[in-house]
């Protein structure tokens, strides 16, 4: 279930994988807020002067709205911007991780043919959901339509069907979804587009596949949970040890406006979501680990000579 552990190649490349993925928040974090800027000023100066009491919350709603009216094309603009880039630092990092794991290369980042294959895995993956999403209404719409014939009409068919729609759906989408995981390992492994084709490399081995993302998917939320709740209490702790309790906050809503808007709070606040998004980053190298091994040591060859089969 550990196959991240079965990784071969030079080392360090955990380490160095980290750091880089740091980097790369901490610059789009820059970016993203360099592009909503002028968003992010108009709302923290409508806080202020509703906090000086200079402006109700009805002249707030027609400033803002005035406002973003104004800059909507530069919101649209850097949103479909920032949500393009990052579709581009995710499949470098993707890339990175499957070149680990398929080709037992140490760690390269970077903008090339492996990271554009895996930028089309991800819109195959979109079809997926899409058409996956489309064929489960459908077959839910006439396995309920079946089940309330049987039930003649009765309302307590009706309360039945869905139960067992819902786990035959679910079931169908988990099953296939398994089944292709090892798509981008595929691609990576081949340099070429492999999608339906990972049904081959997943053959035999859908229970292991399962049962390891099952077990991963328990560690991630404890881990997850853990962090978060961590970085929740540390900013509470930021919070009283400058302001004692909320009833101070209550009678001056202006403190802590200036308070958030100070160097301090903005470099702690960086801090926390840094390390939270690094290891979000981890996670997804140690979650990767399953599928791609399932490529590299795929039962029809095509992977890494004599490869030892971690799913054996």
């Known amino acids: 279930m550990l196959h991240f552990a079965q990784a071969r190649g030079p080392g360090g490349f955990i380490w160095k994988y980290a750091l880089t993925y740091l980097i790369a928040v901490l610059l789009m974090g820059g970016l993203a807020y360099l592009l909503f800027q002028p968003l992010i000023g108009l709302f923290t100066n409508a806080l202020l002067q509703v906090a000086r009491g200079a402006m109700t919350g009805d002249d ?14 530069r919101i649209i603009f850097s949103y479909i911007g920032l949500l393009l880039l990052t579709a581009l630092v995710w499949s470098m990092f993707e890339a990175a991780i499957q070149r680990r794991y398929v080709r037992e290369e140490g760690f390269s980042i970077g903008v090339g ?8 895995v991800a819109v195959m993956w979109i079809l997926f959901n899409i058409v996956g999403y489309l064929a489960s209404a459908i077959i839910a719409g006439i396995l309920g339509a079946m089940i309330m014939s049987i039930g003649g009409g009765e309302n307590y068919a009706l309360g039945f069907s869905f139960p067992i729609v819902f786990l035959l759906a679910a079931f169908g989408w988990m099953y296939c979804t398994v089944r292709l995981s090892p798509a981008a390992g595929l691609t990576i492994r081949d340099r070429r587009l492999q999608f339906l084709n990972a049904w081959g490399a997943s053959r035999g081995r859908f229970l292991p596949l399962f049962f390891a993302y ?10 997850v949970t853990v962090l978060y709740t961590g970085g929740a209490a540390a900013t509470i702790s930021i919070f009283i040890s400058n302001f004692g309790d909320f009833e101070q906050v209550e009678q001056n809503p202006a403190e802590l406006i200036f308070f958030i808007l100070q160097g301090r709070f903005i470099a702690s606040m ?30 029809r060859g095509g992977g890494i000579a004599q490869a030892p089969d971690v799913f054996a």
């Open 60 to 73: 707030v709603e027609v400033v803002i709205t005035r406002e973003i009216t104004g800059m909507a094309g």
């Open 113 to 120: 043919a492996d990271e554009f294959r895996l930028l089309l």
């Open 214 to 223: 099952v077990f991963l998917g328990i560690i991630f939320w404890i881990i």
């Open 270 to 299: 960086i801090g926390i979501y840094a390390v939270l998004l690094t290891f979000n980053g981890l996670l997804a190298y140690v979650w990767a680990g399953p599928a791609s091994l399932a490529a590299k040591t795929d039962p």
